[in-house]
């Protein structure tokens, strides 16, 4: 059973940072592609960033430039840094792993920017 447990969140002014962190059991970091997504409020889920098992990375047209995906495979951690924060960023930051053809999602952490 995959678990993951996403911290990290918070209010923060526009243009201020954050780190988002998803803590996973464990090889699922190593072995499968993993994702953050974001949900804001009366809106469809959407895609922000993909690792890849590899270590390849994509990013959603609103966030490139400004996030960073990374992953340590030591710590079971996925990360998700985000610069430059606009107001429009606000939503629920979930963590996803694709494993073995099967999705699991974790609860999600809350990300304010005003």
């Known amino acids: 059973h995959v678990q993951l447990v996403e911290s990290g969140g918070g209010s923060v002014q526009a243009g201020g940072s954050l780190r988002l962190s998803c803590a996973a059991s464990?090889?699922?970091?190593?072995?499968?592609?993993m994702g953050w997504f974001r949900q804001a409020p009366g809106k469809e889920r959407e895609g922000v960033a993909t690792i890849a098992a590899d270590g390849s990375t994509s990013f959603a047209d609103s966030v490139k430039g400004r996030s960073t995906i990374s992953k340590d495979n030591a710590k079971n951690t996925l990360y998700l840094q985000m610069n430059s924060l606009k107001p429009e960023d606000t939503a629920m930051y979930i963590c996803?792993?694709?494993?073995?053809?099967?999705?699991?999602w974790g609860q999600g952490t809350q990300v304010t920017v005003s």
């Open positions: 996803a792993a694709l494993v073995r053809d099967r999705e699991y």
């Open positions: 464990e090889y699922t970091v190593r072995n499968n592609c």
